[in-house]
Every structure is written in structure tokens, then in C-alpha cells.
């Protein structure tokens, strides 16, 4: 090692050594900084923060009594309407037929590969309909008794969901896909369509809230990115802090399925979370609170 490597490791150690006589006194705080020093009252610590708020425990009667609610029949009955959309004609494109796998499953997931250069090539509307309905779509559905004898009707869907509140909707941001116009759309799993969201401004708006380099990640050569977006008290009004952890759950899962999906069209995609959070929340007209943006997959055709 020569002393140019000894300077460069000695101004990497520095960045995240603690200094004396504490942490109190830093403006600067690196993430290694914090990491090494968790024992300091002065460090935040939002991972033990957010583990110990949503524990469960076996006393907690409030969670008990708010999860029997939705046992009882008014709960049952607003099961069976959730997600329903009412939207204005022209608001809204019907789902294309979808372009059907015919990769096993064995082997998307060990083609499965995170793929960030695209050739700028649209993608089809029957690719994008895959990618939508076999990662989030309806996929079934059961009829489900009320106390007065009544039914309602229950949809299910690609992707697992703690209680099936599905707190996660998804948006599409369209810059190349075959005979459909660029803009922000809202799956609706119910309806088999796009919801018209927001136009072409609106993607460029989102596109500008990346933090990526060309040569990190080919952005403008992709041809749809896919918008997670997180509704936790969907999820934590029935149970409480611990449902956040199921949104994020719901997150991994739905984009799991757009890469397995991708990868058995010959679509490359990839998660990408290097992005600012109050900038794309703002290009969706979401407050990032009630309703956040949780994640990104990027696709387009594999360069």
C-alpha cells in the first residue's frame, strides 16, 4: 500500500470515527458515523425506533379489539367495495389483451437479473398488461357470509396482502409503449384498467426527481417505470404500527412480480429507490404522507 492508499483509507475512517469529546457537536453525520456509534443518546436510531413500534405483543388489547372489527358485517361489507373506482368516460384505457408467459417459473427467476441499460425501443401493450395484471391483478374471487345471511364479494389478487387490505396501489409512468400516450396512470385491478393521472409533464416531473446518473441507470431509454405507492392506514387502522411492516411487505412482493414477469417477456427491469422523496410524491399529487411513493421498477428492452 502506497501513501496515496494510506491518505484515501485514512480520510474514509475519519468520515464515520467518532470525535471527541461527542456527537453532539456534529453537523455532519455520516451513515457509517451513526452506525458506529449507536450507543450515543445524541444518534437517532430510526431502525430500533420503527422495529420496537410495531412489535406485537400478547397484552395489547387495543390491536386485539381493532382486528375483530373487521370480522363484523359493516367491515365485511366495505371489504367487498374496496378499491371499487367510479371514473369519467376518457378518464381511463382498458387493459390491452396480455401477452402470456411461457418461460416456467423455475427458470424467470434464475434469468431474473437487475438490468439498467435499455435501448430506448417501446414495449407493447400487451407486455405492459402481463406486467400488470400478473404482478397485482385480480386473480379470483370468493363470496363471503354476513351475520344476516347476505353475501359480499371478495377479490383476489396476484401479490400476498396482510389481511388483504392491499395498502399498496400502483402507477404507471408511460414514456414508450406502443399506441398509448405518455403520461402517469393508476392501475385498477378491479376495473382491468389505467386511470389517467397525470400527462407528460407529470412525467418528466417524476423523471427529475431521480437521483441516478446516466451511467448508473439508462432512464431515458426505459420504457415504463413502475410507481409503488404506499396507503399505510389502509393497512394500520386495523393493525396499528404494525402495519406499516405489511406495506412494505406488499411493495417487495409486487415488484418481485414485475421482475419475474419482465424476465420472462425478454423485458429488462430493475428496483431503483435513489430518487427524492417530496419531488416524485409531488409529480403524482401525493401529500407523501397518507399516500407515498415506496418504490420504483424501472423496464425497458434490454440494451
Known amino acids: 500500500m502506497d501513501s496515496s492508499d494510506l491518505v484515501a483509507a485514512s480520510i474514509a475512517i475519519t468520515s464515520y470515527r467518532r ?11 455520516t451513515n457509517e458515523l451513526i452506525c458506529d456509534n449507536l450507543d450515543d443518546e445524541a444518534v437517532s436510531k430510526p431502525a430500533e425506533q420503527f422495529i420496537l413500534s410495531s412489535k406485537m405483543n400478547e397484552w395489547d388489547r387495543d390491536s386485539t379489539i381493532s382486528i375483530l372489527d373487521y370480522f363484523q358485517d359493516p367491515m365485511i361489507t366495505a371489504y367487498g367495495k374496496l378499491d371499487q373506482d367510479w371514473f369519467n368516460e376518457g378518464e381511463s384505457f382498458a387493459l390491452a389483451s396480455s401477452n402470456t408467459p411461457q418461460m416456467q417459473l423455475d427458470e424467470a427467476i434464475k434469468r431474473r437479473r437487475s438490468v439498467r441499460r435499455y ?19 385480480i386473480t379470483g374471487k370468493a363470496n363471503v357470509a354476513r351475520s344476516d345471511g347476505n353475501e359480499e364479494v371478495y377479490y383476489y389478487r396476484a401479490v400476498s396482502s396482510g389481511g388483504g387490505l392491499y395498502p399498496v396501489e400502483v402507477y404507471v409512468a408511460v414514456k ?15 376495473n382491468d384498467a389505467l386511470v389517467v393521472s397525470g400527462g407528460e409533464d407529470d412525467v418528466s416531473g417524476l423523471m427529475a426527481g431521480l437521483s441516478v446518473s446516466d451511467d448508473q441507470l439508462n432512464i431515458d431509454g426505459a420504457s415504463v417505470v413502475f410507481i409503488l405507492v404506499g396507503v399505510p392506514w389502509r393497512s394500520m387502522r386495523k393493525y396499528g404500527s404494525r402495519g406499516l411492516r405489511f406495506v412494505f411487505h406488499e411493495v417487495g412482493a409486487i415488484s418481485e412480480n414485475i421482475q419475474l414477469v419482465s424476465a420472462a417477456l425478454g423485458i429488462g427491469a430493475t428496483d431503483c429507490s ?3 422523496d417530496d419531488v416524485v410524491n409531488q ?6 404522507q397518507h399516500k407515498f411513493v415506496a418504490d420504483l421498477v424501472i423496464a425497458g428492452i434490454p440494451a
Do not use: F
Open 19 to 29: 470525535k471527541s469529546p461527542g456527537l453532539g457537536g456534529l453537523s455532519l453525520r
Open 119 to 137: 435501448t430506448g425501443d417501446p414495449i407493447d401493450q400487451s407486455d405492459l398488461s402481463s406486467l400488470l395484471r400478473y404482478s397485482s391483478g
Open 176 to 190: 414508450k409503449v406502443k399506441g398509448l400516450p405518455s403520461g402517469i396512470y393508476r392501475y385498477s385491478p378491479r
Open 274 to 276: 435513489s430518487y427524492y
Open 283 to 288: 409529480a403524482l399529487g401525493l401529500d407523501g
